[in-house]
């Protein structure tokens, strides 16, 4: 869809669009590197933590991405993308591979992986079909706004799994009665 975001909103021939977006995939792969590079360094491997700053800075991105889309303001534009993919894509790469394997242990980490990879296929999916619809009825404003609300959702609920993991690792260091 950012071809087409780029045609429709900026009047972009089709080939600078394509090429511009290009921007996406190069910052999503420089992240998931530095993303994977700063984890294996974190005390505790509590990898979860970094989602939630991560989906903080993509909700921002978003929101930047609206302004941008209303402004009519190429580049302003292009840095929001850049910023979304760099926020997004790291943190979507330890959930397909590092943090399954943390979650499911030793017996079901592969299955972790493949439930967490087929929830991301299927939004992929409808993400297709649904921002096509939204782009049309909405516009690319609303397309953004609502991916910036999943966004911060995702925020929520990853700052609730580790809010629930700093519960479990405080209760297991305690001494317990017996």
Request: net charge positive; aromatic share 6%.
């Amino acid at each position: 869809w950012m071809p087409v975001y780029l045609t429709d909103a900026h009047g972009l021939a089709q080939g600078a669009a394509a090429q511009y977006s290009a921007v996406f995939p190069l910052l999503g792969g420089v992240s998931s590197i530095a993303v994977g590079v700063v984890t294996d360094r974190l005390p505790g491997g509590h990898r979860v933590g970094l989602m939630v700053p991560a989906m903080a800075l993509c909700t921002l991105s978003l929101v930047g991405l609206v302004m941008a889309t209303a402004q009519q303001n190429l580049t302003m534009s292009l840095v929001a993308i850049g910023a979304t993919a760099f926020c997004l894509l790291g943190p979507y790469t330890l959930l397909a591979g590092a943090i399954a394997m943390d979650m499911g242990g030793r017996k079901g980490s592969a299955t972790a992986a493949g439930l967490i990879d087929t929830a991301g296929y299927a939004g992929g999916t409808l993400s297709g079909i649904a921002v096509g619809r939204l782009a049309e009825t909405g516009g690319w404003g609303a397309v953004f706004s609502v991916m910036a609300a999943l966004a911060a959702g995702v925020g929520i609920v990853a700052a609730g799994y580790c809010l629930e993991h700093r519960r479990r690792v405080v209760w297991r260091a305690q001494p317990q009665p017996g």
